[in-house]
């Protein structure tokens, strides 16, 4: 955990208020996540984050598939190049030695080699990729044995992570993507706001409110939206006109008694209700 200044805090809302529309459907642009380019800005933090995405795709990579087949050859190789990432980012993390950066950057030249078929189409030549998560590993890889292009590799290695593709919305930050969304800000969130991120109120100058709870609050009722205080109005200019008090009721027009109360109406309806008032009351 660490010091959060309120632009970072700010980011974090606007990561879960983006998972928690694509779990209501939405689907957002492929660059909606630029701003953890900033997050990933310190080396340390990024690394931590790529191994934590690395462990992530391990456990995807290791719970059941719905077809039930045994995985092939192939993707055992798999599991274990990504599996052999996620030990050798551990270890180098808890003590950083010239021997487990070689041992890292030899993984690395292994797993580029496992997918390194290449093709030439009609806009340039193209990487074929087999394996998503051998790919999220090896950027895992580069996050780790580069930090001077942590903030860039960072970006890359959540948007891969994030990307999901469905014949209805294409490619990109569709609602499948919400769980994975939920997955990043989960670890920044922790990372900046502690264990409990999700309950801690977040000091600030105008709101005391939760993190998220913030976020679902309603905006409130512009005065000009409430009936019942625009009626108000109208009615005490004719009492001033009239020189007696004019009850709110009294020879009301019919179209006009249902939206006595103060409710929050839309504007049309305000401003067509507030015509015919002002009608009756200068006739």
Same mark, same amino acid.
Request: aromatic share 8%.
């Given at each position: 955990?660490?010091?959060?200044?309120?632009?970072?805090?700010?980011?974090?809302?606007?990561?879960?208020?983006?998972?928690?529309?694509?779990?209501?459907?939405?689907?957002?642009?492929?660059?909606?996540? #630029?701003?953890?380019?900033?997050?990933?800005?310190?080396? +340390? &933090?990024?690394?931590?984050?790529?191994? /934590? %995405?690395? $462990?992530? !795709?391990?456990?995807?990579?290791?719970?059941?598939?719905?077809?039930?087949?045994?995985?092939?050859? #192939?993707?055992?190789?798999?599991?274990?190049?990504?599996? +052999? &990432?996620?030990?050798?980012?551990?270890? /180098? %993390?808890? $003590?950083? !030695?010239?021997?487990?950066?070689?041992?890292?950057?030899?993984?690395?030249?292994?797993?580029?080699?496992?997918?390194?078929?290449?093709?030439?189409?009609?806009?340039?030549?193209?990487?074929?990729?087999?394996?998503?998560?051998?790919?999220?590993?090896?950027?895992?890889?580069?996050?780790?044995?580069?930090?001077?292009?942590?903030?860039?590799?960072?970006?890359?290695?959540?948007?891969?992570?994030?990307?999901?593709?469905?014949?209805?919305?294409?490619?990109?930050?569709?609602?499948?993507?919400?769980?994975?969304?939920?997955?990043?800000?989960?670890?920044?969130?922790?990372?900046?706001?502690?264990?409990?991120?999700?309950?801690?109120?977040?000091?600030?100058?105008?709101?005391?409110?939760?993190?998220?709870?913030?976020?679902?609050?309603?905006?409130?009722?512009?005065?000009?939206?409430?009936?019942?205080?625009?009626?108000?109005?109208?009615?005490?200019?004719?009492?001033?006109?009239?020189?007696?008090?004019?009850?709110?009721?009294?020879?009301?027009?019919?179209?006009?008694?249902?939206?006595?109360?103060?409710?929050?109406?839309?504007?049309?309806?305000?401003?067509?209700?507030?015509?015919?008032?002002?009608?009756?009351?200068?006739?």
């Amino acid at each position: 955990m660490s010091d959060a200044s309120p632009a970072t805090v700010q980011k974090i809302q606007s990561l879960a208020q983006i998972a928690a529309d694509l779990r209501q459907g939405k689907h957002f642009e492929i660059t909606c996540l #630029t701003l953890l380019k900033s997050l990933c800005s310190d080396p +340390k &933090a990024a690394a931590q984050f790529a191994l /934590y %995405l690395a $462990k992530k !795709t391990q456990q995807a990579m290791k719970a059941p598939k719905h077809s039930g087949r045994p995985p092939s050859k #192939t993707q055992q190789r798999y599991r274990r190049l990504v599996a +052999k &990432a996620v030990r050798g980012m551990t270890g /180098y %993390l808890k $003590k950083r !030695t010239k021997r487990a950066e070689s041992s890292l950057y030899e993984l690395l030249s292994e797993i580029r080699d496992s997918q390194n078929q290449y093709e030439r189409q009609r806009w340039g030549t193209v990487r074929i990729i087999h394996s998503r998560e051998v790919l999220l590993a090896e950027l895992a890889l580069e996050c780790v044995l580069s930090p001077w292009h942590s903030s860039i590799l960072g970006y890359q290695l959540a948007r891969h992570y994030a990307e999901r593709y469905n014949p209805r919305h294409g490619t990109g930050r569709i609602p499948e993507s919400g769980p994975m969304v939920e997955d990043i800000t989960e670890f920044w969130g922790r990372h900046f706001l502690g264990r409990g991120w999700k309950k801690r109120a977040v000091s600030n100058r105008a709101h005391h409110t939760p993190l998220l709870a913030r976020l679902r609050r309603p905006r409130p009722t512009p005065p000009w939206r409430s009936v019942d205080a625009t009626r108000r109005r109208l009615f005490s200019a004719r009492s001033r006109r009239l020189g007696r008090r004019v009850p709110p009721t009294s020879n009301c027009p019919d179209q006009a008694k249902p939206l006595m109360g103060g409710r929050a109406v839309p504007r049309t309806v305000v401003f067509q209700e507030v015509r015919r008032i002002s009608a009756w009351l200068m006739s």
